[in-house]
């Protein structure tokens, strides 16, 4: 009996046989990173240097692979973690051994949330120090793979030069494979420095793996659908990574179900669709919207803290969830679980699901946006007119093109574009949702200027935040990039300022969250980069005049402590 072949070509060309047996001369370990990452499809490397990684900079001259360099450990891994969600492709980050790992450690849990691909590529005390051995090598750590076990989606490891394509290739896998996130590929410093004979790497197979619904999940959840009274959709980030979003439109429209949007799920449904509940999920009167839906569709969201407003949420009809993590499945409510992309899960539906004629679901949408525009006046001072933090958030959105994506680290305003912001593109808004670490906004946006300079890339920051990343401008003016990072200065970290007064008694002022900090427009001018102040009045102008010149600028906005609320 005979098998066709279906995989990669085995036998080499002739071209292949040539390089093969005449590789460049002094090429080492390290060498055999790049290589693989170059013919796996890499496109740009970030990092930052360190003793035990200086092999890989020594290979990266002999490698045509872009590198941007970053200042910080956590800054070029939230840089890579942006380029991945920009891009789909897989982000490589070249850390070095002991501290500088850990440090990046909250950027890759942001990456973890986000399902970000990144391939984080980590030196190791030399080989004879692993296994248990203590010989007080510098950096060293007993189990650096045990740090990052609890954050990446795989760890890897290579212990001599010819383990290393293997390990970086299934990594790759590992990283592109639904539901994408951040892996870890660990090389012990030596490994890396040591020379090789190893052919150049020109043929790797590390396709990733397809996450196709199960046919009996979808019949039944397209019966469901189908013959529901009231339907409703909440759409999560999935798919937006998945690329469905005009699945998801064509499937609300066939079942004339109202859609809501995740934080993670900005863009995902255009926001003035007539089904469009937009991104006020938390709102008491979407959600008893949703709490009454007697078949609720969730495409791409575990139904986590932020989504569901820390928990109040029940639903009271069947639930039919689509979730490319296994472990987010039924994870806060029982449902229909089918786990799978959600753009192949969509598709199942569109050509099984019947359409559903019902000429009141808009007028639902209606009455329920009215009720949420309602509520938010009845917290103002002066309902008749809008909230400072939405005109602030419109004067964003009049600045910033329709196409150009924001970053946004935790601050009042940030909580407030949660629901606020309108997103006009799928894939155009991001924050620090996940592990919520500060100092997310800068280096996001210097990954997202790197990944498609045809755009200005706005950060948002509060001046509490901007203090954890302020070195990074540093970065976007050595690469010229086109992005603006808006600070706003409430003289102390406001979001949590409120969070305090909130939810425990005593006196506010006795918390250590209000030390004055620096000048920041005399800061970033100290990096060379052009900076202006705002007020509220002036935002819109200030902010689109940076927006429109060419490099990085600062803009700051003060405004008193207190003024900006918590929604």
């Not at 789909?88 to 950027?107: D, S, V």
């Not at 052919?199 to 999940?217: C, F, G, I, K, Q």
């Not at 209606?366 to 009845?378: D, I, K, M, P």
């Not at 990039?481 to 003289?491: E, K, N, P, Q, R």
Request: charged fraction near 15%; include cysteine; proline fraction near 9%.
């Amino acid at each position: 009996m005979t098998h066709d072949h279906h995989g990669p070509e085995l036998l080499p060309t002739p071209a292949q046989t040539e390089a093969a047996l005449n590789p460049p001369a002094g090429r080492r370990g390290a060498d055999l990173v790049l290589e693989t990452l170059d013919c796996l499809g890499a496109t740009t490397v970030f990092g930052v240097p360190g003793r035990d990684t200086l092999a890989l900079y020594d290979a990266l001259r002999r490698s045509h692979l872009p590198y941007v360099g970053l200042r910080t450990a956590s800054g070029a891994a939230f840089a890579a973690d942006a380029y991945g969600r920009r891009t789909g492709e897989a982000a490589p980050l070249l850390l070095p051994t002991g501290p500088a790992a850990l440090a990046a450690l909250p950027a890759l849990q942001e990456a973890a949330a986000a399902s970000a691909p990144v391939i984080a590529v980590v030196s190791q005390v030399p080989a004879a120090g692993l296994g248990g051995a203590r010989h007080g090598h510098l950096h060293e750590l007993r189990d650096q793979q045990a740090s990052f076990r609890d954050v990446v989606k795989s760890v890897h490891s290579a212990r001599t030069p010819a383990q290393i394509p293997s390990a970086v290739a299934a990594a790759w896998q590992s990283a592109l494979t639904v539901p994408h996130g951040p892996v870890l590929v660990e090389i012990p410093r030596d490994v890396l420095a040591e020379p090789t004979v190893i052919p150049v790497v020109t043929s790797l197979d590390a396709m990733p793996e397809d996450v196709v619904p199960r046919p009996e999940l979808t019949a039944v959840a397209a019966e469901w659908l189908s013959t529901a009274d009231r339907p409703a959709i909440i759409a999560g980030g999935g798919a937006i990574r998945s690329d469905a979003t005009g699945k998801l439109r064509a499937l609300a429209e066939k079942l004339t179900a109202p859609v809501v949007t995740t934080v993670g799920g900005h863009g995902a449904f255009p926001r003035h669709h007539p089904l469009s509940l937009r991104s006020h999920l938390t709102a008491r009167p979407v959600l008893d919207l949703l709490e009454d839906a007697d078949v609720l569709l969730v495409v791409g969201s575990g139904l986590g803290e932020l989504t569901t407003g820390g928990g109040g949420f029940h639903p009271r009809g069947r639930i039919v969830q689509i979730e490319a993590d296994p472990g987010k499945l039924e994870s806060h409510h029982p449902a229909l679980g089918i786990h799978a992309d959600a753009r192949l899960a969509l598709d199942a539906l569109l050509d099984t699901a019947r359409p559903r004629p019902d000429d009141t679901a808009a007028d639902r949408v209606r009455e329920t946006l009215a009720a949420v525009a309602r509520t938010r006046a009845g917290n103002f001072a002066h309902p008749s007119e809008p909230a400072p933090e939405e005109a602030l958030l419109d004067a964003v959105r009049r600045a910033l093109p329709d196409a150009a994506p924001s970053f946004w680290d935790l601050t009042v305003l940030t909580g407030w574009a949660w629901s606020a912001f309108d997103a006009r593109r799928p894939n155009t808004l991001h924050s620090a949702q996940g592990a919520g670490a500060p100092g997310y906004a800068l280096p996001a946006a210097i990954g997202a200027a790197v990944a498609d300079p045809s755009y200005p890339v706005l950060a948002v920051s509060g001046d509490g935040g901007a203090l954890h990343s302020v070195a990074e401008l540093a970065t976007a003016r050595q690469y010229g990039l086109d992005l603006t990072w808006l600070i706003v200065d409430d003289s102390g970290h406001g979001y949590l300022r409120h969070q305090l007064a909130e939810n425990y008694a005593g006196p506010v002022a006795a918390a250590p969250l209000d030390a004055p900090g620096p000048d920041l427009v005399a800061l970033a001018a100290s990096f060379g980069v052009t900076a202006a102040s705002a007020s509220p009045e002036t935002l819109g102008t200030v902010l689109g005049e940076a927006l429109g010149a060419a490099g990085p600028s600062v803009v700051v906005l003060r405004v008193g402590a207190g003024e900006l609320g918590v929604l």
